[in-house]
């Protein structure tokens, strides 16, 4: 397989109290010819939310222990799910930890052989037996129901907003950040996704080229020109992400000319950027892709430019410190949570 299947889309926000962790639905396949799309390419599409959400799903509700939660659910978005949901219990907590379980909400597309790829999860993780689950044929207009019941408004920090398309910002005057997630795509409050937007934010004093790789819903990229960055591109492997970044760069009045939307190729080809081209390069994505595709994200960045990597926890940092330590100085941390943001500068020689 190749390592930009592995390519998620940012983290999202709780359908009710959940954690919510989205990659792509789909994979190349021999009919699906890579290209490269400029944000003018789907502006005609239809402004309402019903236009991300084009096909039925499979709703998945996993039993798994609750102290490999996170690993698990990496696991499944590695395997075949689109997006987890982890659901804490509110229950009194047994002394055993490890015996207590937590439900994981998960959505696959309908031809995924769940069974499989929830086993695949499992065993690479470790655990002995395949968690129990139920699978449930999803209507997508009760997600998206359910979707805009729960995205509210969310504060990154001062004067700064995600905001979703059906509501009104709380603050006229802050950088408000216009979102319509879809079905898969992220809504800002995961952690892993706030750090990369403070990052961003402390990054860009204005003129710079920045490049959000793995971009999603386009939510760095758009964040980036809003904090004055001159142009900014996204590249991910998912048609539908480039759908949604560019009816969301819509939804934020960004110019035509200040950002560019590719469509990776599944088989590692290049993709139509000049090397060294960006001041700044964050990567919000899967482990494996981190590691395996640290050559590819490094080359987009000029000698002297900021790389941020992120969408790993504590545990995995010093696998992920140890591959970009090479190539970058001046390496950082910021955590929320067991969450991790790395970033550093490319070394200049």
Known sequence: ???????????????????????????????????????SASLSTSSSSESFAAAPYLSVRIHCPKHVVDPFSEALLCFGASSVAVDEDDDEEEEDVTSKEICIESIFPVHEEVKMCISQAANSIGLKEIPKFKVELGDEQDWITKNQESFQPVEIAERLWIVPEWTSPPVAEAVNIILNPGLAFGTGEHPTT????????????????????????????????????????????????????????????????????????????????????????IANILLNPVMELADHILSFAKPGATIGISGILSEQLPSVKERYSPFLEDISVATIGDWVCMSGTKKRS
């Open 1 to 39: 397989m190749s390592a930009w299947n592995f390519i998620k889309h940012f983290p999202c926000t709780n359908l009710s109290r959940h954690i919510l962790r989205a990659k792509p639905r789909c994979c190349f396949t021999s009919s699906t010819r890579p290209s490269s799309f400029s944000i």
């Open 194 to 281: 706030k750090l990369c937007l403070l990052r961003l934010q402390s990054l860009i004093k204005g003129g710079e080229a920045f490049l959000d790789y793995g971009t999603g819903s386009g939510i760095l990229a758009i964040a980036a020109l809003k904090f004055g960055a001159a142009s900014s591109a996204g590249v991910d492997i998912d048609p539908l992400a480039i759908k949604s970044a560019t009816h969301n760069a819509a939804l934020n009045s960004i110019p035509l000319e200040k950002l560019e939307l590719h469509l990776a190729p599944s088989d590692n080809t290049e993709i139509p950027l000049r090397k060294e081209q960006f001041d700044v390069v």
